[in-house]
């Protein structure tokens, strides 16, 4: 085997692992995102699918999920379900100001070789030992960088961490829960997410660690693509501040992707760092 | 009820700052000819010609006097005049809510302080199990006159003095 056709077997390998970075979109729905009233509730679909946001894949983790209250405590999921496409969980909005509901995952993904055998590391693990396997045979749980033994060479890892977040608000918007963190790749917007409207630009900062993350690749796909032709995504970039600009074509639900890699990584061995962040931005008509 | 207390505190506030009354805003609800009809709610609202806070004028939705619920939870189908300040609005709001009106012609008195200069005055129509629509009309305090027509959820909104 051609040293590239390893490495392009390595990529196809890499990329068929975790949800979030493979060409599959993982997606959190929300029933709306502005919502009046005294006792208002947000019902969430959570699933993973090709086009957005149809329910044809696979459901998602509901134990990944938190929420955050207006003023950053933790909050309550309820209700929670997993069907065969999509998970379902309500959030009750029982204080005025801006929630945010998501999941932050990380981990890490490579692969090493230990007397010329490649093995992996992270992913869905290896398939259940014998060849064939016994009928309800348990898949052999994943490798993790603690496996690695002492004689192995041609070490890949990559660090891997992704946020998908959404952001809903009852009554007025607050900004409490956009506070970095000041790790990974995170969102700092200049408008506030529960206040875009159709033909008005919005703003949107990124982060990496908590510095403005210049140059960055974002995806924006409306959602409905059933009902048309082309995908209709905006392929964007984040300016020299972080900031991405971002003009509605028309009202909506979006969904909003931005990935990037660099070479900051805290795992020993590891020599790239992965980062995605996810949301679902509502657009409304003016 | 609601125009009698609303007209009356407008006549006090002619009394004192006289002859300030900014003018009159008549909305028009029409009647639609559909198979479920509910009276829509509707918002009037003020907003400075180069930008500034809007400043509602009216609104009228379906006000509950029992229960957890005062009838709030559908107020942002009005969805322009919520972003704009209904959010920031606590309800029920003297003078200014009130309870959703029977197709007709309604005068509503523009704030008798508004102070001289170019405005929108914004009308916003939102049914349920129908449409929802905005009509604009430019506003010059003191001289009060325009006209515009919504298309569906709205008849002719007129300014007058």
């Known amino acids: 085997m051609s040293p590239l056709a390893r490495r392009l077997l390595t990529a196809a390998a890499l990329l068929s692992i975790p949800a979030g970075l493979s060409a599959h979109r993982m997606w959190l729905l929300p029933s709306g995102t502005v919502f009046s009233g005294t006792d208002s509730w947000v019902t969430v679909d959570a699933a993973v699918s090709n086009d957005l946001f149809f329910l044809d894949h696979q459901p998602g983790r509901l134990e990944t999920i938190k929420v955050w209250q207006p003023d950053g405590t933790p909050g309550e999921l309820k209700n929670g379900s997993t069907g065969r496409y999509r998970s379902v969980f309500d959030v009750q909005l029982d204080k005025p100001g801006t929630w945010k509901i998501g999941s932050q995952m990380s981990g890490v993904m490579g692969s090493f070789k230990v007397d010329g055998v490649e093995k992996r590391v992270g992913g869905r693990g290896g398939p259940p030992p014998g060849a064939g396997g016994q009928p309800g045979a348990v898949r052999q749980p994943p490798l993790t960088v603690a496996d690695i033994p002492a004689n192995a060479t041609d070490v890949k890892l990559t660090e891997t961490s992704s946020r998908n977040e959404i952001y809903v608000t009852a009554g007025e918007p607050t900004t409490k829960v956009f506070k970095p963190t000041g790790k990974g790749l995170e969102f700092a917007p200049v408008t506030h997410p529960d206040e875009l409207v159709a033909g008005e630009a919005a703003r949107f900062r990124f982060l990496i660690d908590g510095k403005p993350a210049a140059g960055i690749k974002v995806s924006v796909i409306p959602g409905g693509k059933r009902y048309r032709n082309e995908e209709g995504g905006m392929e964007l970039t984040t300016g020299a501040d972080g900031v991405l600009t971002v003009t509605w074509p028309t009202a909506g639900m979006y969904w909003l992707n931005a990935t990037t890699t660099d070479s900051k990584t805290t795992t020993p061995r590891a020599t790239e760092r992965r980062m995605s962040y996810t949301t679902t931005l509502e657009v409304l008509t003016p | ?161």
Do not use: C, F
């Open chain 2, 1 to 161: 009820m609601r125009n009698a207390v609303l007209s009356s505190s407008a006549l006090l506030a002619g009394v004192i700052a006289a002859p300030a009354m900014a003018g009159t805003v008549t909305v028009t609800i029409p009647r639609l000819n559909v198979a479920e009809y509910h009276r829509p709610y509707v918002a009037v609202w003020v907003e400075p010609a180069g930008g500034g806070a809007a400043r509602t004028v009216a609104v009228w939705y379906d006000i509950k006097k029992r229960g957890n619920e005062p009838g709030t939870k559908w107020l942002a189908d009005l969805r322009a005049w919520w972003r704009k300040g209904g959010r920031s609005l606590n309800l029920p709001a003297n003078g200014v809510s009130g309870a959703t009106r029977a197709p007709g012609q309604y005068s509503i008195a523009l704030p008798a302080d508004l102070k001289p200069g170019a405005y929108v005055l914004n009308v916003e129509a939102a049914r349920e199990t129908g449409g929802r629509e905005l009509v604009t009309v430019p506003l010059n305090v003191p001289n009060t006159s325009g006209r515009a027509t919504g298309k569906g959820e709205l008849g002719a909104v007129t300014l007058s003095r």
